[in-house]
């Protein structure tokens, strides 16, 4: 027997014997077609070279491509698991002709490797070609096979097209007869359906490019393209007649069986064989970033991972159990897709997260289906209304009722579902109306009730194609936007990051892949619609984008890259802060922009040097370990019970990407040793190591209890060391000093700045005791109302000085009232004491008071003993005397 591994290689090696370059499988979330859900088949990634927009090193190429049938046109996902040859999950293999060979090497190359190295009877043998297509029919007859043998097709079995849009054109399809022992006919007869007759290979020769208005052109190049289920020869090659009976399908079915304590071949044979397909499918779409949602692609994928979940609960699973069949996928498919090894422990997390949430709404659901149709008249249909409740209040997608309801015999009233989804929709809106958003912020809700939510790419690639689905200016939506104009664009899916949790948006450029003319600059990304609607804020350079328009989306990689260093910096300077200052300590916001990060956080008072220098060396010993980054995707009180640090009032959905940084001695992470756990929806570095350096460049005040800290990572944080070596040697230059010595010789110096101003300010003082620098003794106090008053103005001392002259003078009366005055850099400063015995008697602020308004103040305050204010002058210090004096009763 041939494994599917051994099957793949050999296909592989094959065509790389003869010139093709093996190239890898792209990925499952289409990077150059914003018209496709998921890659569907092996040419996706090579379209934009069939039709001449794109160059590479090679002219010939062969894939073993991972496919997804579960959504849109191509959609598999009803017949899984009750058919020998449906996947939702899939691998083509594929041989690809970029301009260089056509029909006549195809198809002796198809007809070589399956007789020859597969070792497939001829006699077995037949082949479809379309009807028009002579040529083909001669190149068969050449390779030896019987004309009875060359069937023409006048349909579009025979006429391949990737989509609505794109390159196309006429197929040759090889077919294998199973033997008359089972029943069928061969295409194009009315038997055709019948399972003795399988499609092996379809070869199609790409002459054409499809577009949307229904018209047709030839390619400049003649290209190949070929398909074939590397499941369908690998049954055919290990003597099966079912997909499902292949070892790798054997293998996950058998899995499947014992985590459920059933037989593989018994009853419940049908429920192993979608939880095996299903499998496939959810980890390869999980380990690429797709994670189950409401929308899109999300949605899809939780519509398949909640069937295979509904077939383990009729296999009578009472605890999860998909999350424990991702080993075994990882040994049979790990060596060639090492994806799956590198995700395990997320896909694993998100399946028992999903399925734990699933089961506890699944018995109720089920319960609720059955209530439904029990008194049901025979042929009629579910009520839509049912549907859609168990749709909305138990998360049960449409197919699955759909689903289950199958084996009654029973459908479901869909013109019903539809209209209570509608009403839905309307009840929805009317209470974002009165939500306070911004007026113009109606636009956006419309954007994303018609089109649904932007599919984020961005945790996987920088580049992308997308669709135009919407054009806004000045809040309004338009069709087009011309050079020179700036509106904002939605397209279906984006890689660009919308500002969310701190981190700015991308920018970048986008250019139309119908006209190379029309591109420009993207200045921004933003959020709308409650984070739905990702929007970029475009200027076309040249042309005008019109809506519909298919454009190539490339995020400036430099920016980026900054962003996620300075990201990333943020979770391991948050945890840093926690272990110097306390569990206390809670991000209270941040900013994470391409030149700098800002990281708010609750503490009560300043950082001292010692303490930032902790927090600086704690955060780049960490990146010194160069540890990856991981995600996972959790529940929030998963999340949570693990430790992660959520950011204070952010509300999270049913699922939350936990990412995961630095290796401590102890810690409190999955793995029981994580240094940052946190919930975050940003882009990250893949290792700590990419944030290169954490400079702290100090903290200050946010807000009552909020603390700030910035700091610089990266070539940021290079070049601000540098110019700080260079401000060193220049400091060393001026003391005369050796650059290691500048430290010491700053301290000294600044301990000698010190003691002079300490002396400074004494010899201030006594100054104004002798005087205030007038070259006369300090006046002899006067008795006003029988109490002694002294008042002066003295010059060369600042305001902060008059308080403790103040206590002097009182020390030296004894008992009596204080006035003193300075002229503090053009300005009146004023102070006034009151000698304790005399405080039930007179205020000092009272007194105060009287003096500044003739100085042009507007009072002051402080104690009855103690108080200060200001004015605008000493000019009329006299006046202000005097007026103390009348204050006082004189």
């Not at 190429?61 to 999950?89: E, I, M, P, W």
């Not at 190379?516 to 076309?540: E, W």
């Not at 000698?752 to 010899?763: G, I, S, T």
Request: aromatic fraction near 6%; charge should be negative; include cysteine.
């Amino acid at each position: 027997m041939t494994s599917l591994n051994d099957i793949r290689s050999t296909f592989l090696s094959y065509f790389e014997k003869n010139g093709h370059e093996v190239v890898d499988s792209s990925p499952l979330v289409p990077r150059n077609d914003p018209t496709l859900m998921f890659t569907n088949s092996g040419m996706v990634q090579f379209k934009n070279l069939f039709t001449g927009l794109e160059r590479r090193d090679y002219v010939r190429a062969t894939t073993s491509q991972k496919c997804v049938r579960a959504g849109g046109k191509h959609n598999d996902l009803d017949n899984v698991g009750y058919t020998a040859r449906h996947h939702t999950f899939f691998e083509m293999l594929g041989n690809f002709s970029f301009g260089d060979y056509f029909k006549n090497e195809a198809i002796p190359y198809a007809w070589n490797l399956l007789t020859q190295d597969f070792g497939i009877d001829k006699s077995r043998l037949l082949t479809t070609i379309y009807h028009t297509d002579d040529e083909a029919f001669e190149i068969w007859k050449k390779v030896g096979v019987p004309e009875d043998r060359i069937i023409r097709i006048a349909t579009s079995d025979n006429f391949w097209q990737m989509g609505p849009t794109g390159p196309c054109g006429p197929c040759t399809e090889i077919f294998y007869d199973h033997g008359d022992h089972i029943w069928g006919g061969p295409p194009g007869s009315a038997e055709e359906d019948g399972d003795r007759f399988i499609e092996i290979w379809n070869v199609v020769f790409m002459q054409n490019e499809q577009f949307e208005d229904g018209s047709m052109r030839a390619l400049d190049m003649q290209s190949i393209d070929t398909g074939m289920g590397l499941e369908r020869i690998g049954a055919l090659l290990q003597g099966k007649h079912d997909n499902y009976d292949t070892d790798t399908m054997r293998a996950l079915i058998e899995a499947s069986a014992h985590a459920t304590s059933t037989d593989p071949d018994g009853e419940g044979n049908v429920h192993h064989r979608v939880i095996a397909d299903h499998l496939r499918s959810t980890a390869f779409l999980i380990a690429e970033g797709v994670l189950p949602s409401n929308e899109g692609r999300g949605y899809v994928l939780r519509r398949i991972m909640r069937r295979a979940m509904r077939h383990a609960h009729l296999l009578g699973a009472k605890d999860p159990v998909m999350h424990r069949l991702v080993a075994e996928l990882v040994r049979q498919m790990g060596d060639h897709y090492p994806e799956l090894g590198r995700g395990k422990a997320l896909i694993e997390e998100t399946l028992k997260a999903e399925e734990s949430r699933f089961k506890a709404t699944l018995d109720r659901g089920l319960s609720l289906l059955d209530e439904a149709v029990a008194d049901l008249p025979e042929g009629e249909k579910m009520p839509g209304e049912t549907a859609f409740k168990l749709y909305d209040t138990y998360g049960f997608p449409l197919d699955l009722t759909e689903d289950a309801l199958r084996e009654k015999g029973i459908k479901v009233d869909l013109a019903g579902f539809n209209e209570a989804m509608d009403a839905q929709k309307a009840k929805a809106r009317a209470a974002w109306s009165g939500s306070g958003e911004a007026k113009d912020a109606e636009v956006w809700f419309e954007i994303a009730e018609a089109h649904g939510a932007t599919e984020f790419l961005g945790y996987e690639t920088e580049k992308a194609e997308g669709q135009v689905l919407a054009i806004v200016e000045d809040g309004k939506l338009t069709n087009a936007v011309s050079a020179g104009q700036t509106a904002w664009i939605v397209t279906n899916q984006t890689p660009f990051y919308g500002e969310s949790g701190g981190q700015v948006g991308d920018t970048g450029w986008f250019r139309s892949i119908e006209d190379h003319d029309i591109h420009g600059s993207v200045s921004d990304t933003q959020r709308f619609a409650g984070g739905r609607v990702f929007a970029h804020r475009v200027t076309p350079e040249a042309g005008t984008l019109k809506k519909g328009a298919p454009v190539r989306l490339e995020v400036d990689h430099n920016r980026r890259t900054a962003i996620r260093a300075n990201h990333s910096a943020t979770h391991l300077l948050h945890e840093a802060l926690r272990q110097a200052l306390g569990e206390h300590v809670a991000q209270r916001g941040s900013l994470n922009a391409p030149d700098r990060l800002r990281f708010d956080f609750s503490h009560q008072k300043a950082l001292s040097g010692d303490e930032l220098r902790q927090v600086e060396d704690e955060v780049n010993a960490f990146i010194r370990q160069n540890t990856p980054v991981e995600t996972r995707i959790m529940t929030p009180d998963d999340a949570r019970a693990i430790g992660a640090q959520a950011l204070f009032g952010e509300k999270y959905g049913d699922e939350v990407r936990v990412v995961s940084m630095g290796r401590a001695e102890t810690g409190k992470g999955l793995d029981g040793d994580t240094w940052s756990i946190e919930l975050c929806g940003g882009t990250h570095v893949s290792r700590t190591g990419d944030i290169g350096l954490c400079v702290v460049l100090g903290d200050s005040a946010s807000s009552a209890g909020v603390r700030r800290i910035e700091a610089l990572t990266g070539d940021a944080a290079l070049r601000h060391l540098g110019e700080q070596d260079l401000r060193v040697r220049e400091v060393a230059g001026v003391l005369k000093a050796q650059p290691s010595e500048v430290a010491e010789r700053v301290k000294a110096l600044q301990a000698e700045r010190k003691a002079l101003a300490a002396e400074v300010a004494d010899l201030r003082r006594q100054l104004a005791m002798a005087g205030g620098g007038s070259g006369q003794s300090a006046p002899e106090a006067e008795t006003v109302n029988g109490m002694a008053f002294h008042a002066q103005v003295l010059s060369g001392v600042s305001g902060k000085d008059l308080p403790p002259l103040i206590d002097e003078h009182k020390a030296r009366l004894g008992s009596g009232v204080v006035l003193l005055m300075a002229d503090a850099g053009g300005k009146a400063a004023v102070a006034v004491g009151v000698t304790d015995d005399l405080t039930g008697k007179v205020s000092a602020v009272d007194v105060l008071r009287a003096a500044v308004v003739e100085l042009g103040g507007k009072g002051g305050g402080g104690r009855p003993d103690m108080a200060q204010g200001g004015g605008a002058s000493v000019a009329n210090a006299d006046a202000a005397i005097a007026a103390a004096r009348q204050a006082l009763g004189g």
